[in-house]
Nanobody, 120 residues
Framework: QVQLVESGGGLVQAGGSLGLSCVAS????????MGWYRQEEGKERELVAI??????????HYADSVKGRYTISRAQDENLVELEMNTVKPEDTAVYYC???????????WGQGTQVTVSS
């Protein structure tokens, strides 16, 4: 099985920064997509940022709401994904979930979720 172990999260003031990290272990193929989703209370889970390993390199995609403020990175290790959250806003408050999808497979994997709270 695949396991996703998250670290980070917590309380941060608006305008500040916060970093999240997730490590994937288990039967993880070399080609995969890792990233982050978030879920606000009373709302559906939504994509934040994902990074996909392709034969020509890594590609990243960001939600419009975080583009320019968040940075996803997998440079350190192919099974490690980090999210640098800058200039955070109160509306960034949510439970953030690490995400993994192996190329060619429909199954997705999720971390346990970590709470990020941005105070005004």
């Amino acid at each position: 099985q695949v396991q996703l172990v998250e670290s980070g999260g917590g309380l941060v003031q608006a305008g500040g920064s916060l970093g999240l990290s997730c490590v994937a272990s288990g039967s993880v193929a070399s080609r995969n997509t890792m990233g982050w989703y978030r879920q606000e209370e009373g709302k559906e889970r939504e994509l934040v940022a994902i990074n996909t390993i392709t034969p020509r390199g890594n590609t990243s995609h960001y939600a419009d709401s975080v583009k320019g403020r968040y940075t996803i990175s997998r440079a350190q290790d192919e099974n490690l994904v980090e999210l640098e959250m800058n200039t955070v806003k109160p509306e960034d408050t949510a439970v953030y979930y690490c995400y993994l999808k192996v190329a060619g497979r429909r199954e997705t994997y999720w971390g346990q979720g970590t709470q990020v709270t941005v105070s005004s």
